[in-house]
């Protein structure tokens, strides 16, 4: 197992402060108010409920607009996990196959940097369907769910 890597990168102020002018461009609304409600995985619907609570003016049309905050943040998100994997030569800790506490790992995610596929314990075989664990967060299954 790899020791000594950075931790994998989080979202930072800095990149939900470049979504939200972008954001903010588009609406008419101040990328501060966006910055002081937004939460990470908040969708344009959740971000216009908060703006709103927050007595900021917002109007149906802005939701749609909203909804690229999170597509940007997670965006942003993404490259820093793909500089974080190359510049770290990041490797799965267990091999395919391996049997972790959540199941059993059937592969690596395209999609997502350092993640795992893994089927839960009580998903059949056939049923194409997986969690999606990081590397850093798999941990060897506990001897009786192995035996």
């Not at 939200?20 to 344009?44: F, L, N, T």
């Not at 709103?52 to 942003?76: H, T």
């Not at 314990?121 to 194409?128: C, G, L, N, S, Y």
Request: charged share 30%; glycine share 2%; hydrophobic share 40%.
């Amino acid at each position: 197992m790899q020791t000594n890597i950075p931790p994998r990168p989080t979202v930072t102020d800095k990149m939900i402060e470049e979504a939200a002018k972008i954001v903010a461009a588009k609406v008419d609304i101040c990328s501060e108010d966006i910055i002081r409600v937004y939460s990470h995985s908040m969708d344009g619907f959740e971000l216009a409920i908060e703006l709103k609570d927050n007595y900021v003016d917002v109007d149906r049309s802005d939701m749609y607009d909203l909804d690229e905050m999170e597509f940007l943040v997670s965006d942003a998100l993404t490259k820093a996990e793909k500089e974080w994997f190359s510049a770290n030569n990041i490797q799965p800790p267990y091999p395919i196959g391996t049997r972790v506490k959540e199941g059993v790992i059937e592969g690596i995610s395209e999609s997502r940097v350092a993640y795992y596929l893994v089927r839960k314990w009580d998903t059949p075989p056939e049923v194409k369907s997986w969690q999606v664990i990081k590397f850093e967060d798999a941990a060897s299954a506990p001897e009786e769910i192995i035996a």
